[in-house]
């Protein structure tokens, strides 16, 4: 199927230098992303997972190598650049939630809306994810599964073509994690957006329609999965 890819990475390398020491996090990754995709990037810790993320979701750059975004070139993108590709096409989702206490969950979405381009209201972000009952609650108030959807509702608000997930469940357990999980898919579903999710978890992989498993900064292997599991149907 011969289709444009959203993100096209060729021999990306990634070296941190600390002092004397080299660290290489990433060993020429070559990578094609396309819309509408749920991708699950699977590896232990230190696999190079965060680091293509990030350079993917601008955040940092390669070494080495290229990487574009719907045919724009962001590995000699200006920090200026950057930004706007930030902030109007990609959705940031951590493991921590990083919501402001003082905001109620409307006003922490609303904070984003306000400097997108297209944003869609924060009462209809927070519906997608499922907490439409819980607009004007402060997060002290909500449990760490509400947190982590408030924090989902904030990254879909401006409409990103693209949304990046960073163990998005890794602090929260089974079940909760399971309802994280399916306010990424139903984002990924109601919205077209390119879902990529990196975990550790194994069992998470199944929902995805494909997968990709990194080892020692290298892609090691990509299928697509036959049928999609709902997160409904996964426990770990």
Known sequence: MDREAVFRARGLTKVYRMGEIEVVALRGVDLDLYAGEFVVLLGPSGSGKSTLLNILGGLDSA???EVTYAGHDL???????LTGFRRDHVGFVFQFYNLIPSLTARENVAAVTEIARAPMKPEEALEV???GERLDHFPA????????????????????AVLLCDEPTGALDSATGIV???ALESANRRLGTLTVVITHNV???EMADRVIRMADGRIAGSEQNPT???PRELAW
């Open 63 to 65: 070494t080495s190598g």
């Open 75 to 81: 590995a000699r993108a200006t920090e200026r650049e």
């Open 129 to 131: 994810v499922g907490m």
């Open 141 to 160: 108030q909500l449990s760490g599964g509400e947190q982590q959807r408030v924090a989902i509702a904030r990254a879909i608000a401006k409409n990103p």
């Open 180 to 182: 994280v999980l399916e």
């Open 203 to 205: 069992v998470i992989a």
């Open 228 to 230: 999609r599991r709902s």
